[in-house]
T-cell receptor, first 116, second 114 residues
Framework: DSGVTQTPKHLITATGQRVTLRCSPRSGDLSVYWYQQSLDQGLQFLIQYYNGEERAKGNILERFSAQQFPDLHSELNLSSLELGDSALYFC???????????????FGPGTRLLVL | DQQVKQNSPSLSVQEGRISILNCDYTNSMFDYFLWYKKYPAEGPTFLISISSIKDKNEDGRFTVFLNKSAKHLSLHIVPSQPGDSAVYFCAATPRETSGSRLTFGEGTQLTVNP
């Protein structure tokens, strides 16, 4: 158990809909990261938050957005869903003491999203 | 543009023998490397890491070797155990002033046969 929790575990929805994925980092961790793992793309970095502020952005679509709240939990919002958004979405966290540099990221169990 | 590549999708070894998983990278800005293990229906689990200032790091049965000139790293598992059967991901992070995105390889499925 990494200490990172994600809800829900599974999500089935229809194209055009909007969903929210939730992540609680390990106790004491200030940085939260979101990754997408789809069948043909492997694990791709989406976005990082550090203590409530956006720190780094990867290949995140404009239809997707995220935020980190004062209690440090994070939410990833996916809107206007398409079939190709079906994937595993992982959240990870790290201490953030070094601004995230050379820190180990600990992953949650993931949310499996299926868009029909 | 695949900056981290694991060319072997699968590897099968006998219990007790050595497992060697390989990873190549192209981005010379990468300076911290990690290996993660992933079981089905679970998130990646951190195994071992190495900074670019080192060429070897050991933790129990796991050793990671880094060859910067060849832009190559490898994970050695000795002795291999059936419980080591999982997908292994190599990941790298660049020298950046802020942020710490991980770039992952495609993964290698390791099967350790009893």
């Amino acid at each position: 158990d990494s200490g990172v929790t994600q809800t829900p575990k599974h999500l089935i929805t229809a194209t055009g809909q909007r969903v929210t994925l939730r992540c609680s980092p390990r106790s004491g961790d200030l940085s939260v990261y979101w990754y997408q793992q789809s069948l043909d793309q492997g694990l791709q970095f989406l976005i990082q938050y550090y203590n409530g502020e956006e720190r780094a952005k990867g290949n995140i679509l404009e239809r997707f957005s995220a935020q980190q709240f004062p209690d440090l939990h994070s939410e990833l919002n996916l809107s206007s869903l398409e079939l190709g958004d079906s994937a595993l979405y992982f959240c990870a966290s790290s201490l953030g003491l070094a601004g995230g540099l050379k820190e180990t990221q600990y992953f949650g169990p993931g949310t499996r999203l299926l868009v029909l | 543009d695949q900056q981290v590549k694991q060319n072997s999708p699968s590897l099968s070894v006998q219990e007790g023998r050595i497992s060697i998983l390989n990873c190549d990278y192209t981005n010379s800005m990468f300076d911290y490397f990690l290996w993660y293990k992933k079981y089905p229906a679970e998130g990646p689990t951190f195994l071992i890491s190495i900074s670019s200032i080192k060429d070897k790091n050991e933790d129990g049965r796991f050793t990671v070797f880094l060859n910067k000139s060849a832009k190559h790293l490898s994970l050695h598992i000795v002795p291999s155990q059936p419980g080591d059967s999982a997908v292994y991901f190599c990941a790298a992070t660049p020298r950046e002033t802020s942020g710490s995105r991980l770039t992952f390889g495609e993964g290698t499925q390791l099967t350790v046969n009893p």
